[in-house]
């Protein structure tokens, strides 16, 4: 019984399965273990360094750039209150995430408070009055902003409206000028969503935690509240105790990762780091298990694979090289004598019953019908070799279009009685001396050769010259007749030569199993009746092939002499044709 190639495989790699490998890839699965943990450790300092970046970059590019712009402006002792009310008015309508800008004066009664009117909308929606969230206390506006000595902008609290679920942020920027002799404070409400929607977007939230804390432990844009409404403080876990320390001493610390145990005993990894603008320290979680979970599944994998591919590729590839290799070989080898165009060739030295023996048989196979096509080719005309290439996936249809061509039939005098007088042998080989030439000189002037009835010939010429190139092919068989008959006695023969132009149907005629591939219509029957018309060595031509061809060739070296109209069978009104001669002969 024979085995497959499969089989064979599916057998070796049972047997190897068995070999003692199980230390074989001890040291590549510790460096990979090893590796895929610092990966997990690099993920959580990157999404910390990330956050912190992003919250930083939103506050200062987003949010600070364009509140000193505004109090720039406001400093300026060149415009009037009215064009400073102005520029805070258009200054929140072009920022969405400043609520409200606040101008306190010192000594004064109520700051100025313009509020944007979206914000202001949601508000009283939930039944809040705008000013109550929006306006800060002025003593704790002028008091924040004590004179120092120098310009600057901070944050001077964060708080959490819980009906609206908002979390606003006070900035103050202290003003350089003075209104009406009495020191102001220019302070903005910004609405941290655009923060919040950035952290809940992060995709490390699909593996992991992350968390924002404020400076008296509060967990920020997910709080959890007290019976008052308040946001209550962070239990004291060990990664956010740890941060509220740091947050005391060295701040600029380096970024680690760090294992510890929560409350109820989950082995933890975390880091956490400080932001520039707030003062928050973000802190990012993930369970020992989850980051470390593709670490494990690759140790097994590697477990798996490396023992069983390190067999297959070592032993397999020694057993099997020789035997596997030779045959493809040998089928490379015959596919490349294909390409040469030898199509004799076989794979001969491959014997083995299975896939690859198989294989071997379809290419020789192959090789058999590719050289039969080939020789069919011959027996066809290039209509029908354009017609098949030119097919689509179905095939060849029956049916054809139309088109205008110039028919030439030739056909040869005197060869049946020649026939007669001869051995068949020496008949074929004259006839195929005659039509090969034949072929040659209509492929030489552009046709085809439509087929080969008997000692007659069919060519179809097409294109913009094709009555000039019909006529000169015909005086061009004639002239060669006469040449052999000049050079072989013996063999005297002459043909008659047909031409007609015009209109026809050109495609495949006859039955869905067997085709033609043809011209048809009324000009093939008349360039047929010419040439049965035509005296031996005469060409006759109709008069549309001698109008075309001058129109084509005016300086064409051949001349047509008119002859008496004829009747030709199919044709009830006699037939305008005319003798084609070359020049020379004419003038002779």
Known sequence: MSLSLRRKLLLFSALIALLPLLFAGQSLIRIARDEMKSAANERLVTTVREVTGQIDDIYER???????????????????????????????AQLPDIVALQITLDGGRLPLVISQNRFSTRLTEAGIQPLNVLRAAPEVMLAAAAPDGEMAAWVTAVDYEPKTESWLATVILPLDSRFSGARAVLSAKIDLGRIRGFIESQPFRQVGMITTVDAE?????????????????LGRRDIISEALAAREGNRSRAISVETYLRPDGTPMLGTFAFTRSFDWAVVVEQKEADAYYAADVMVESLSFWLIGGLAVAVLGAAVFAHRISRPILAIGEAANEVAKGNYRVQVRTVHSKDEIGDLAKRINNMIVQINERFELAKFVSHGTMDAIQHSDETGVHLGGSRCEVAILFADIRGYTAFAESRDPETVVETLNFYLAAHADLVAGHNGDIDKFVGDQVMAVFQGPAMAVDALRCAVAMQQHMADVSAASPDRNLAIGIGIDIGE??????????????????????????????????????????????????PDLPLTSHALDPIIVKGKSAPLEVYDIQPASQAVA
């Open 217 to 233: 432990g509060r967990k920020l844009f997910d709080p959890e509240l007290d019976e008052s409404g308040r946001v209550k403080q």
């Open 504 to 553: 026809v149907v050109m495609g495949a005629i006859g039955a869905r199993d067997r085709m033609d591939f043809t011209v048809l219509g009324d000009h093939v029957n008349v360039a047929a009746r010419l040439c049965s018309a035509a005296k031996p060595g005469q060409t006759l031509a109709t008069a549309a092939v001698v109008a075309a061809a001058a129109a084509s060739r």
């Open 62 to 92: 987003a949010w600070l750039a364009p509140l000193l712009l505004i109090r720039s402006a406001i400093d300026s002792d060149k415009i009037s209150v009215g064009e400073k009310v102005a520029i805070l008015t258009h200054g929140i």
